[in-house]
């Protein structure tokens, strides 16, 4: 079956250190976006990226950073330099980088805690 | 900002009631997008509608558009405990989706 997926499901992270949370999908679609999500909250475009080798920053993109060597792929990176990292990362993709009318698909998440 | 505010923050229903859930905007759009989230997991997309048009239905869903409001809204008919999830709406201008702060549906047997 076609989707999205992301691991790991739960990861933990010490101070100082950084992590990179996986996102892979196969559904061939051009465009893949990372979203942060705080209790309550809606979602927080982290950066999106439209084709490989090119991504642009989102509403809050400071502390992290993101690749897109592979058109299936798009890790992000949540560095020691995001000071509140404790979230709800979603990542998405949509079949066309400028189709408007193209929903998101999501994978099913992960949760990254400070120890 | 085109980011959707939904309304209200959390409706608790029985089973077989009907859910409204409304949804507005600061911007113009060109489509609106309703999503779901079961609890700790990702979104997914239930319905779309587009600039030009005022009503649509999937299902159990109906969505309506009210351009000149910059509101639209989501009816869940005959709803059931199934349906227990947060419900967002994402305005869809030219740049990318944003998304709201949800309404939080839950449904009692």
């Known amino acids: 079956d076609g989707g999205i997926t992301q691991s790991p499901k739960y990861l933990f992270r010490k101070e100082g250190q950084n992590v990179t949370l996986s996102c892979e999908q196969n559904l061939n679609h051009d465009a893949m976006y990372w979203y942060r999500q705080d209790p309550g909250q809606g979602l927080r475009l982290i950066y999106y990226?439209?084709?490989?080798?090119?991504?642009q920053k989102g509403d809050i993109a400071e502390g992290y950073s993101v690749s897109r060597e592979k058109k299936e792929s798009f890790p992000l990176t949540v560095t020691s330099a995001q000071k509140n990292p404790t979230a709800f990362y979603l990542c998405?993709?949509?079949?066309?980088?400028?189709?408007?009318?193209?929903?998101?698909?999501f994978g099913d998440g992960t949760r990254l805690s400070i120890l | 900002s085109q980011q959707g505010e939904e309304d209200p923050q959390a409706l608790s229903i029985q089973e077989g009631e009907n859910a409204t859930m409304n949804c507005s905007y600061k911007t113009s759009i060109n489509n609106l997008q309703w999503y779901r989230q079961n609890s700790g997991r990702g979104l997914v997309h239930l319905i779309l509608?587009?600039?030009?048009?005022r009503e649509k239905h999937s299902g159990r869903l109906r969505v309506t558009l009210d351009t000149s409001k910059k509101s639209s809204s989501l009816l869940i008919t005959a709803s059931r405990a199934a349906d227990t999830a947060s419900y967002f709406c994402a305005p869809r201008g030219y740049s990318t989706l944003t998304f709201g702060k949800g309404t939080m549906l839950l449904v009692s047997p």
């Open positions: 998405a993709s949509s079949i066309q980088p400028n189709g408007v009318d193209q929903p998101q698909h």
């Open positions: 509608i587009r600039s030009n048009e």
């Open positions: 990226s439209q084709i490989v080798n090119d991504f």
